[in-house]
């Protein structure tokens, strides 16, 4: 009942912002574009790992629609967390400041999604 309350308040975000923690890409962040972002290590994704072990060829997508931006597993072997909780194939909507893992520990890829909202003055040292 009370989630659900919470939803209906929920303000969609206009702008979604990914913050790369750890690796090469370190401290970097990424406005995400409407529609559809794919990760993977194939050539053809939008955000590209080729580098990374543990990390599927499409491996990942990120959707932004009316209602916000949505996180799915695409079917890869090492899977996709947020906050530590695997994602499947449905779509998990994201929350500001959740933490989005692809291949789990194996790549050590993570990055944390900002919503417009708080992306404007954020202190980066903080989501260490």
């Known amino acids: 009942m009370i989630e659900s309350i919470f939803a209906q308040n929920r303000k969609v975000p206009q702008q979604?912002?990914?913050v790369?923690?750890?690796?090469?890409?370190?401290?970097?962040?990424?406005?995400?574009?409407?529609?559809?972002?794919?990760?993977?290590?194939?050539p053809l994704n939008d955000i590209n790992l080729d580098s990374e072990t543990g990390v599927s060829r499409q491996h990942a997508g990120i959707l932004k629609d009316e209602r916000g931006f949505w996180v799915a597993d695409?079917?890869?072997?090492?899977?996709?967390?947020?906050?530590?909780?695997?994602?499947?194939?449905?779509?998990?909507?994201?929350?500001?400041?959740?933490r989005i893992d692809i291949g789990?520990?194996?790549?050590?890829?993570?990055?944390?999604?900002l919503e417009?909202?708080?992306?404007?003055k954020i202190d980066l040292s903080q989501l260490a």
């Open 20 to 42: 790369f923690r750890g690796g090469q890409e370190d401290g970097k962040t990424l406005v995400l574009p409407d529609g559809v972002t794919m990760i993977g290590r194939g």
């Open 116 to 120: 417009e909202q708080a992306s404007e």
């Open 104 to 113: 789990g520990v194996i790549s050590g890829t993570q990055w944390v999604f």
């Open 16 to 18: 979604g912002v990914l």
């Open 74 to 98: 695409l079917g890869s072997r090492n899977g996709t967390f947020v906050n530590g909780e695997r994602v499947g194939n449905d779509p998990r909507l994201l929350r500001n400041f959740d």
